[in-house]
């Protein structure tokens, strides 16, 4: 079965970078969409960045300009580098990936979902 596993979360101040990881088993990365969701305590799980199978991407108006998807073919890796870290980026982090669309307007279901990596940042 599909396997998502994040890493590179953790704990930084206000202004700083963090590069999450999203590597993928038993699914082969850039073949559909894939995407970063993050869900803080107390509020709705929204979609960070995403990115097709041709490399086009979208980014959540809150994060545009800080944060960058992309991938690694060679190694079946997802990424999410964020920089200028806001105290309101703080959540917990998805990687996910869809089963079947492949261009950014049809970017919306998600068929696998990791189990997260947490991003807490301290003003």
């Known amino acids: 079965q599909v396997q998502l596993v994040e890493s590179g979360g953790g704990s930084v101040q206000a202004g700083g970078s963090l590069r999450l990881s999203c590597v993928a088993s038993r699914y082969t990365v850039g073949s559909y969409c894939m995407g970063w969701f993050r869900q803080a305590p107390g509020k709705e799980r929204e979609e960070v960045a995403a990115?097709?199978?041709?490399?086009?991407?979208r980014y959540a108006d809150s994060v545009k300009g800080r944060f960058t998807i992309s991938r690694n073919t060679a190694q079946n890796t997802l990424y999410l580098q964020m920089d200028s870290l806001k105290p309101e980026d703080a959540a917990m982090y998805y990687c996910?990936?869809?089963?079947?669309?492949?261009?950014?307007?049809?970017?919306?279901?998600?068929?696998?979902w990791g189990q997260g990596t947490q991003v807490t940042v301290s003003s």
């Open positions: 990115i097709d199978s041709v490399g086009k991407t």
């Open positions: 996910a990936a869809a089963g079947g669309s492949r261009y950014l307007a049809f970017c919306q279901n998600y068929s696998y």
